[in-house]
């Protein structure tokens, strides 16, 4: 019989053969590189006004909440995160966790368990595939963005307490779901449809305001929107958002909030001071939007919803080459392969930011156009 070490040794060798091996890489606060990989859409993670509120919360509360909601964990700026957030969503209420993948880990989890139904697109996140598989609800998988597949589920299954689950943006491709049509067909069966708008808030809609709010969802009854505050607000954390019933229903029996430490002062006052910033300064999504269009038509790639540029190449070998000459230039870029990206496809993964200067955009796109080039 073969030892742990044996196992670990031939997994190692596998994933290295396949091109699929992923190491950390520690990195400098000064360090000279345009980061183009990372979720900060609108830069305001090194936003003066952020880091000071966020410094400032430290000194006032602690380093840490100290406790879960329940217990001592709960402070005003949870509280004051979660109107402020309610209100720019269009939401009734809102309940602010540790991180986005609690949210949606507490969202399927309190709604759902053992002979309950889960319908969910195929490329929704792994928070949320780790959600079901911790419900113990019965799961139908349907293709990519098919609304029929889903009626099809739905109607199979009457009478059965079910939810839908998918993202309003997707992170991988960047496409955006059809949400009009997902939620009338929740309606009509009675089923619930969770929208993850983790890529969507700060980036879609005129204001940021989300794909959900931006089509009139907001405040469905029908409609459950996650959230987190790690991507274009810049801190750390995630949200749930619904009617005052669903918040009252997870503050009750949603275990990856009951049973977690609250989320750190710094990162709530961080993400509150980037929310009033976000509602300030509309620009600042205007110009992702611009420099979107921009690099796709210089890439000659399809135009994504939100603020992901998807860049497929031929293997996840070449994906790791071309993210590697990029990160010699001076790009940080993200290289997406198997089993990341629900499709199979290896792809470059890069990310919009509003916070990098004009002249250093010109020349991020430059290298990246000849780059790409290069490796298609």
């Known amino acids: 019989m073969s030892t742990w070490d044996d196992w670990l040794a031939a997994e190692a060798e596998r994933r290295e053969q396949l091109g699929l091996t992923r190491r950390l890489v520690a990195h400098g606060s000064h360090e000279q590189v345009i980061d183009l990989a990372g979720n900060d859409y609108l830069g305001l993670s090194q936003h003066h006004v952020v880091k000071t509120e966020a410094a400032k919360a430290a000194l006032e509360y602690g380093a840490g909440a100290g406790a879960s909601r329940l217990v001592t964990g709960t402070l005003e700026i949870h509280e004051q995160l979660e109107q402020e957030l309610a209100t720019f969503l269009g939401q009734p209420s809102a309940l602010v966790m540790s991180t986005g993948y609690h949210a949606n ?21 792994a928070s949320l595939i780790d959600a079901v598989r911790l419900s113990r609800a019965e799961i139908v998988v349907n293709p990519h963005n098919d609304v029929e597949a889903v009626d099809a589920a739905l109607a199979a299954r009457p009478g059965r307490r079910a939810l839908v689950l998918a993202e309003s943006i997707y992170s991988v491709l960047g496409d955006q779901a059809p949400l009009l049509e997902l939620a009338a067909t929740c309606e009509r069966h009675g089923a619930l449809l969770v929208v993850d708008e983790a890529h969507g808030i700060g980036v879609a809609g005129r204001q940021g305001e989300g794909v959900v709010r931006a089509l009139g969802l907001a405040g469905h009854p029908n409609v459950v929107v996650t959230a987190t505050l790690s991507k274009a607000l810049g801190a750390q954390g995630g949200a749930v958002l619904g009617s005052a019933a669903v918040r009252d229903h997870l503050v009750n029996s949603a275990r990856p909030f009951i049973f977690d430490t609250a989320l750190a002062p710094a990162p709530t006052a961080g993400a509150l001071a980037a929310l009033r910033l976000l509602i300030d300064q509309p620009s600042r999504v205007a110009l992702i939007h611009e420099r979107v269009g921009d690099l796709c038509d210089r890439l000659r790639v399809e135009h994504p919803a939100g603020a992901v540029v998807s860049v497929p190449m031929p293997t996840p070998q070449v994906a790791v080459e071309a993210q590697g000459t990029l990160s010699a230039e001076g790009i940080r870029v993200g290289c997406f392969r198997p089993p990341s990206v629900p499709d199979g496809i290896s792809r470059l993964r890069i990310t919009i930011n509003a916070g990098v200067s004009d002249a250093d955009w010109e020349r991020a796109e430059n290298v990246l156009a000849k780059v790409v080039e290069a490796y298609r």
């Open 105 to 125: 880990l507490s969202v399927v989890t309190a709604l759902v368990g053992k002979g309950d139904l889960v319908v969910s697109d195929a490329h929704i996140h």
